[in-house]
């Protein structure tokens, strides 16, 4: 009993995902790209319930060539913010801001984490979200830790389902650092 009750906290915990299947023409993409003026970096955005500390949802941002974001089986939708399959196209730092701010709220908080990285590992990661085709709800940490895994500099990340996990062998990474935002509306 106490194992199906913990399961079922479990799945509660990760409904915060859902399925994105529809993906756009590759040229439409291309079109809607926003350069990079930053630094080279892999940032982790992980929703935590602020009463329970349960992961709700994991994205990844990836600041590469252009700025994208992964956000595997989530549901954030914005002004002049294409999706495709999983990955926002038009990710600017206002459309970050508006993203943090629409899961940050009295019963949930945002933990964003960045790390620095090459151009190479940049340029890897954002191929790897743009290939990696729908994630299943309840799979946002699952398929984030799958990719982040397979590149040079993450291969201590080990699959898991739960964002809180993911977020802890994230910050556990050289160079990262870390970024907390609170809202109470």
């Given at each position: ?16 995902c ?45 600041n ?67 290939t ?20 040079p ?33």
């Amino acid at each position: 009993m106490k194992r199906l009750f913990l399961a079922l906290v479990a799945v509660a915990a990760l409904a915060g995902c859902i399925r994105n299947p529809e993906f756009q023409p590759p040229a439409e993409m291309a079109a809607l790209a926003v350069p990079n003026r930053g630094p080279n970096e892999l940032v982790l955005y992980t929703v935590v319930n602020r009463r329970t500390g349960a992961g709700a949802h994991t994205a990844l941002g990836v600041n590469a060539s252009e700025r994208v974001l992964f956000d595997p089986a989530g549901g954030f939708k914005a002004e002049n913010v294409i999706r495709s399959g999983d990955v926002l196209y038009g990710f600017t730092p206002p459309v970050e801001k508006a993203f943090s701010s629409a899961h940050a709220r009295s019963t949930f908080l945002v933990n964003k984490v960045s790390i620095p990285v090459s151009a190479e590992v940049a340029q890897m990661a954002l191929q790897k979200v743009k290939t990696n085709g729908p994630v299943g709800s309840a799979h946002c940490a699952q398929s984030t830790s799958s990719i982040l895994q397979t590149l040079p500099g993450f291969q201590s990340i080990k699959p898991t389902y739960y964002p809180v996990q993911l977020e802890k062998q994230f910050k556990a990474v050289a160079g990262a650092r870390s970024t907390q935002i609170v809202e109470n509306d």
